[in-house]
């Protein structure tokens, strides 16, 4: 193409070897031919062997022992964890704290268990209602005026 004349789009080629044609194994006598790549007899050229296959070898799965025991996880108690820094945040003016409020404020979220544990001081007096508490945060709610009550 000349130097001075303009690009147009009938004058775009695709780079070289950017189009390969696609290869049809097992069609004609030519390399992916006839056995297509597989080699001759035997299960592989055949068909595919099955996920976990060790040749005739007890597989894994059958070498290892069956699970034994019972798990308690799908019984577990979750909670939501509110620590009393937090609460002190919340708030500051002491007062009556409810689940209801700890979810209006933003502290946890509804329809789910509560659990106060005592990381951190409060300096006010706060009446606490939750579903579970540690030690240290009854004994650190009671020092600083205030009472525990569970659910």
């Avoid at 004349?5 to 950017?18: M, V």
């Avoid at 001759?40 to 069956?66: A, D, H, I, W």
């Avoid at 946890?108 to 659990?115: E, G, H």
């Avoid at 650190?140 to 009550?149: P, R, T």
């Amino acid at each position: 193409m000349a130097e001075n004349t303009p690009l147009r789009i009938h004058h775009l080629r695709p780079a070289p070897g950017a189009n390969k044609s696609k290869v049809r194994k097992g069609r004609g006598e030519a390399s992916k031919g006839k056995t297509a790549g597989r080699g001759t007899k035997g299960t592989t050229s055949r068909n595919k062997v099955p996920l976990g296959f060790e040749g005739g070898q007890v597989p894994l799965q059958r070498r290892l022992p069956k699970m034994k025991g019972f798990s308690n996880a799908p019984f577990k108690t979750t909670y939501q964890v509110v620590n009393l820094d937090k609460l002190g945040e919340l708030f500051p003016e002491g007062g009556d704290v409810t689940v209801e409020t700890m979810v209006a404020k933003g502290a946890v979220r509804k329809n789910q268990l509560v659990k106060v544990l005592g990381t951190g001081d409060i300096s006010v007096a706060l009446n606490v209602q939750a579903h579970a508490f540690s030690a240290s945060a009854k004994e650190k709610i009671a020092a600083a005026g205030g009472s525990v009550s569970e659910l």
